[in-house]
């Protein structure tokens, strides 16, 4: 397994949100397949920097590429690039330690933050920042999101979806347990959950999981705001037309959208919501590797069932787009890995030319993170938790990751 990072478990470490550490306990499955004979680990190696992808070709009967999907959706509208105007993926990459995203200054003084987006990541941002020092202080949130999030100016969250309740990509429990935060009320105005002919019809023949979704929108519409120092406004049907502002971010132009065959198509209507920070929550999407093909329209490796072509798979988000949780890619990986058995089987494969990975890596003075190195790095960051009683503290920068990663 190679890895750009010196340390393992992709988005599970970097994307899950801190205050899930149920779900990041995945991780445990995956240190039980690291244990198997035959697997190792290279971290701190990139592919296309430290080796090509003809190289993996060569040293390998077969190369299964997992690498996500690596960077953001757009808006494509004025003022994107304000300062002010973030994307999800990087706030999401600077709380929970992405050595690459460190830099990053979020100024969270203003009073209102805008969220755009109506999945799963947008909750989470949502939610991290309006969750009270206490929530924050038993994850392994940076130190430095804890502090910038404890001493924050925000009072409001809106979370803006551009279709309706019916229509929004998050799911039940995440809707649900915005309504027991400690700090945050939840408003949603019960105009904005009215639904017109199709989307009754749409609800009435939803999965039982958009059902509950509404549940939970028209439990939140029925309760008072109880005074909580902070509050999560959900808004239906609206884009976002521009972000205003002349040096930084002072508002957000929303424009009212209305569904015509499921698609959100805007209105004369428009209002002027004051912010000073947008988040972009709106999707990620894959980047290019050099020397693998890729589709530029879906953003993935072009492949079937995972089978690029003998010798050469996909799996994952690279493989079907940025959408599915941990769970999907199992099956999804499942898939990949039975047509790679089926080739190999066949006798399909590609005859490799040999040579070893670990050569041709210290002739480029690559200094890969081995898997004992993850381990050192992995102790040292729960060790600086445990007295504090949270599960790490994250090592987060290059150095410091690379220099604990060096036992062999
Ligand atoms: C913010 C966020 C929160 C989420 N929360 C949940 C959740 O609570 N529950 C849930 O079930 N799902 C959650 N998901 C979804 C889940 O994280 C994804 O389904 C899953 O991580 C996708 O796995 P992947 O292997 O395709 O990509 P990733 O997890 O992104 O792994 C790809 C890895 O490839 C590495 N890489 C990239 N390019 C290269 C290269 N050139 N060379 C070497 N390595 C490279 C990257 O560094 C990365 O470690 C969340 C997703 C996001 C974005
Ligand atoms: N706790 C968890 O289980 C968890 C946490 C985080 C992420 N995840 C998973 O990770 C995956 C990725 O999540 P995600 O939230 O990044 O993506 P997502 O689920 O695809 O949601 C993207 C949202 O952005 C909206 N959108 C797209 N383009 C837009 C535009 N131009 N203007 C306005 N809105 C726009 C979409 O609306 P439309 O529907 O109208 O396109 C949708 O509401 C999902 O499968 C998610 O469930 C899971």
Redesign the pocket.
């Known amino acids: 397994m190679?890895?750009?990072?010196p340390?393992?478990?992709?988005?599970?470490?970097?994307?899950?949100?801190p205050d899930?550490p149920n779900?990041?306990a995945?991780s445990r499955a995956f240190e039980r397949i690291a244990q198997q004979p035959g697997f190792r680990f290279f971290g701190n190696?990139?592919?296309?920097?430290?080796v090509t992808a003809q190289e993996l070709r060569e040293l390998y009967d077969a190369v299964v590429y997992?690498?996500?999907?690596?960077t953001d959706r757009s808006l494509g509208i004025p003022g994107e690039e304000l300062a002010g105007s973030w994307a999800?993926?990087e706030f999401?990459a600077w709380y929970?330690g992405h050595p690459d995203f460190q830099h990053l200054e979020f100024d969270l003084s203003h009073e209102r933050a805008v969220v755009i987006g109506n999945g799963?990541?947008a909750l989470?941002?949502a939610r991290m920042l309006a969750l009270t020092p206490e929530e924050l202080a038993p994850t392994d949130t940076t130190d430095a999101a804890i502090k910038a999030i404890n001493e924050a100016g925000v009072r409001e969250i809106v979370v803006v979806g551009r279709r309706g309740p019916v229509q929004a990509a998050w799911t039940p429990v995440?809707v649900g347990e915005l309504g027991e935060l400690a700090g945050a009320d939840i408003l949603v105005d019960p105009a904005e959950l009215e639904l017109d002919e199709t989307s009754a019809a749409e609800l009435e023949a939803a999965p039982p999981t958009v059902k509950r979704n509404v549940e939970h929108l028209r439990d939140y519409a029925k309760r008072a705001p109880s005074g909580k120092p902070r509050a999560i406004r959900l808004r239906f049907l609206r884009s976002p037309a521009a972000i205003l502002g002349e040096e930084r971010v002072e508002g957000i132009e929303l424009v009212r959208n209305e569904l015509v065959g499921g698609r959100a198509v805007p209105t004369e209507e428009r209002e002027m919501i004051e912010c000073g920070i947008v988040f972009r929550s709106v999707g990620?999407q894959g980047?290019p590797?050099p020397g693998v093909p890729f589709d530029e329209r879906s953003r993935t490796i072009p492949n079937e069932g995972g089978r690029v072509e003998p010798g050469l798979y996909a799996?994952?988000?690279?493989?079907r787009g940025?959408?599915?949780?941990?769970?999907?890619?199992k099956k999804d990986a499942t898939e990949t890995v039975e047509l790679l058995l089926e080739d190999a089987r066949a006798g399909k494969l590609p005859p490799r030319t040999g040579g070893s990975l670990e050569e041709l890596l210290a002739g480029r003075g690559a200094e890969p993170v081995l898997y004992a190195g993850w381990e050192a790095i992995d102790r040292a960051e729960r060790a600086a938790g445990e007295p504090h009683g949270r599960p790490r503290v994250k090592l987060c920068s290059w150095d410091e990751l690379l220099a604990a990663g060096r036992a062999k």
């Open positions: 190679l890895e750009r990072l340390t393992p478990w992709g988005l599970v470490r970097l994307g899950v949100a899930h779900i990041k995945v190696v990139e592919v296309g920097r430290d997992a690498v996500g999907a690596q999800a993926t999401v929970n799963n990541v989470d941002v995440e990620y980047v590797l799996a994952g988000w690279i493989k940025p959408s599915g949780v941990i769970g999907t890619n």
